[in-house]
């Protein structure tokens, strides 16, 4: 694998695109600048961006920061006893070490988290969010949600709301023709009762309006947000934060990931704020600042927040306030 990886780098090829269509996350530990490095290398690659995850060596260990007491485990356990959340993943998704992209962008140590394994169905970072966004969904519900063209979150939708034996109706709007986008497309296309693609900006409300009247007249419609960024959405993602306290042995450096809706580095957010880490999280822009901003990345974190406190779940001990950076990414305004 690492030959591989050192192939791929030499060739200047596509890492992420190589990885496939799913979240690929990595993780580093290092000092100073290097995450930013890693996060600014990432930001200049297309979308298939990453997640990078560093280590602060002067921590030593969790147990250090007394943090040796935090049962991850039956916290997960206790949020999931509280919402409930449907079964679409395989959890917890692999952490992989890569020294040769570690090396390569200037740090000790750099992991990658294979989100892209979440779920042989369709995997990637919207898996976690489903699994919450769906709880009630079944026979007879018809989801409706919206997202640009070759959305993969459109996509994501679709197959898992199959799955449920329910239906999903897509507005689409513009995003740019690629090849990934047009693979993406037709795989949507396939398994959802209906896309309402607009061919411009102006003509999107009409075809939302299209999609969720057609919704209505199929049976029970559930309306899933863009990128599904509901606050419940982001106890998922921070189901991955969890996950990462069981395999790292550290607290990381920093947690880099790619920054659309917002949940995902929402619920990275609150993990690292609820396990006491003092971790940077950086999201990595790859959607219009209107939507991809780091008000709306605090807000859904605290409002995931509030709805944990709301549902009684016992927290690990008082969240504390993890920094965030917001990072110009491949996307283009
Ligand atoms: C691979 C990948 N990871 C993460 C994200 C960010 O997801 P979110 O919409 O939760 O910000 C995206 C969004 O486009 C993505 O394509």
Known sequence: MLIRLAQLLHSRRDLFERFGEGLVEFGIRGLGLAAQRVAGAFARGPRGVSDVVGGYPH????????????????????????????????????????????????????????????????GGNKVRGLEFLFRDVGPGDVVVTIGGWGSTHCLATARHARALGAQAVLAQFPQGHSDSEARTSRASGSVARRTFAASSWTGFPLEWLQAWSLAGRLGRRVYIPGGGARPVAVLGHLLATLELAQQLSAPPDAIVTALGSGGTAAGILLGCSLLGWPTRVFGVRVASRLVANRWKVESLARRALRLMISRNVPLLHAPTSPPLSVVAGSFNE
């Open 59 to 122: 921590f030593g260990s969790l147990a250090v920061k007394g943090l040796e007491a935090l049962d991850t485990a039956d916290f997960a356990r206790k949020i999931r006893a509280a919402f409930s959340p449907c079964c679409l993943g395989t959890w917890p998704t692999p952490l992989e070490s890569h020294p040769v992209l570690a090396a390569r962008t200037g740090v000790p140590e750099l992991w990658i988290k294979r989100e892209d394994r979440s779920s042989a169905l369709y």
